[in-house]
T-cell receptor, first 113, second 111 residues
């Protein structure tokens, strides 16, 4: 069975630009969560979506937004990129909403120059 | 959520047991202890969780002290593939209680 998939694998952007990251959850999973992992730190929670509705939000600025589609895939959007947005962006899926048994994807490495 | 304290790093020999400690002295009665690990260039992987009883699965054992202020993750026969960052996380019982990752402990398994 396919696990959580994310695209692209790597991405390089310039300050001020916009970026869209994509995530496909495990088949049958209805919830997707996004995390940011800066080098040397643990993942930090950004958003959770369940059944296409936002169910939780971490302490991130409004430049970060996300949405979930009818097929339960999700996009994370970041506007007006800053150097500090350089990080590994992880997507995790779970069967239902909440944080039980989350399965993480391999992440998208974003570099902002 | 209560915070956890882990050593920065440790190592062990291949084939030996790896015992990874975690302190969570402010844990409350309905909070669980979760362990995840993150192998280089991969996303975190769930290992095990427990409330107050010791737990065992195919990957590891979790030993929680009687006062629940600390716990130990045991990998009974460490292999080179167990080299990773291991995160000890305390989270509440509710489904909406978030996973709050710290810096974790880097386990290096040597040949």
């Amino acid at each position: 069975d396919a696990g959580v998939t994310q695209s692209p694998t790597h991405l390089i952007k310039t300050r001020g630009q916009h970026v869209t990251l994509r995530c496909s959850p495990i088949s049958g999973h209805k919830s997707v969560s996004w995390y940011q992992q800066v080098l040397g730190q643990g993942p930090q929670f950004i958003f959770q979506y369940y059944e296409k509705e936002e169910r939780g939000r971490g302490n991130f600025p409004d430049r970060f937004s996300a949405r979930q589609f009818p097929n339960y895939s999700s996009e994370l959007n970041v506007n007006a990129l800053l150097l500090g947005d350089s990080a590994l962006y992880l997507c995790a899926s779970s069967l239902e909403g909440g944080f039980y048994e989350q399965y993480f994807g391999p992440g998208t490495r974003l570099t902002v120059t | 959520d209560a915070k956890t304290t882990q050593p920065t790093s440790m190592d062990c020999a291949e084939g030996r047991a790896a015992n990874l400690p975690c302190n969570h002295s402010t844990i409350s009665g309905n909070e669980y202890v979760y362990w995840y690990r993150q192998i280089h260039s991969q996303g975190p992987q769930y290992i095990i969780h427990g409330l107050k009883n010791n737990e065992t699965n195919e990957m590891a054992s979790l030993i929680i002290t009687e006062d629940r202020k600390s716990s130990t993750l045991i990998l009974p026969h460490a292999t080179l593939r167990d080299t990773a960052v291991y995160y000890c996380i305390v989270r509440g019982a509710g489904a909406n209680s978030k996973l709050t990752f710290g810096k974790g402990i880097t386990l290096s398994v040597r040949p």
